[in-house]
């Protein structure tokens, strides 16, 4: 029997296709939609809606990212945790990679954080007896507080220009444009959803300037400008994405 999809689908079928493989492509979808589509079906799906990767026969390539994602990673794996770049990344390019994902992906191409027990790794230490002396008396004691401590509701502005808010200890961070939403809807950003800047100001926190989007929408946005430098302007640029998915559709069923 042949399988049916939605038009949400296809849509994201036909925005991630480019430049990847079609494992590559069943595993981001199975991600984002919690199905079992094979790397068969799929091959069958492009066939008939004539979707195109562009990618060579031969592998030869880096996996689950493009280029562009793979440069990403690499001048923002380091400090972060596989959670934190996975939502980074996903936020970024409209993706759906999951921490699972990224762990396996880091591991293959030899990319690290940085941080003690990032990676899901126990220290190679573990559990052996101490064969070193010295060092204690620059260890922390209990209720020592280091000189570059900073207390929870700290501000810092990340790599990508966003400010962060420290919301818990020891160092747990969180964007500050995602509370403000959260604060003035009185719920929190839906999973899969990212929240913009309608102005694409990062500084600014009016509630009325930070829009709700699909990880779906935001890609389609970013592919075709619609993020302006007005709040309006990219408020009806979400409209315009949305049209722009539903045409998409309707040209593939034809």
Known sequence: MRRKYTPEQLAFIHEIAPGRYAD???ELFNARFGANLTVGQLRALKKNHNIKSGVPRSRGGDGLFTKEQREFIAQHVAGRHNRELADLINERFGLSVTVKQIKAWKKNHGYSSGLKGSEGMAPPNKGKPRTWT???ETRFKKGHIPHNY???GSERVNADGYVDV???DPNKWRGKHLLVWEQHHGR???KGYAVIFGDG???NFDPENLILVSRQQLAVMNKHGLIRNNAELTKTGVIMADLLQKISARKRKR
Request: hydrophobic share 40%; net charge positive; aromatic share 0%.
């Open 24 to 26: 590559e492509i069943v």
């Open 134 to 136: 010295g060092g204690e």
């Open 150 to 152: 900073m207390p929870v």
């Open 166 to 168: 420290k919301i818990a």
């Open 188 to 190: 929190p950003v839906p």
């Open 201 to 203: 100001n990062r500084r």
